[in-house]
């Protein structure tokens, strides 16, 4: 009922910028959290960022100032810009959200596909 797709990955040199975008749709009455995780080839997924329906945001060390999220409530999307990118950040970035269908219903939690961002040297 619930689908979410990110975008904006791509290819770009150390140091450089990138945006990604992640909108949710279907039956959503509300977002709560919202997020961006990440995976390397070969490595664990992480957390990246993540945002509250208010706007309060959480950062992992790795990105310390790097990356900056945001949301807007009424579409149900977020964002991520990176800048400073360092080949370290190649990955493919995950979308995670937690979704109310209904007034009193519980919450569920719903993952992107992913989009890849390959940071080169």
């Known amino acids: 009922q619930v689908q979410l797709v990110e975008s904006g990955g791509g290819l770009v040199q150390a140091g450089g910028s990138l945006n990604l975008s992640c909108a949710a749709s279907?039956?959503?009455?509300?977002?709560?959290?919202m997020g961006w995780y990440r995976q390397r080839t070969g490595k664990q997924r992480e957390m990246v960022a993540s945002?509250?329906?208010?706007?309060?945001?959480n950062y992992a060390d790795s990105v310390n100032g790097r990356f900056t999220i945001s949301r807007d409530n009424n579409k149900h999307t977020v964002n991520l810009e990176m800048s400073s990118l360092e080949p370290e950040d190649t990955a493919v970035y995950y979308c995670p959200a937690v979704v109310y269908a209904a007034v009193g219903a519980p919450p569920s939690d719903y993952w992107g596909k992913g989009t890849p961002v390959t940071v080169s040297s």
């Open positions: 945002i509250t329906y208010g706007g309060h945001t």
């Open positions: 279907g039956r959503i009455f509300t977002t709560n959290l």
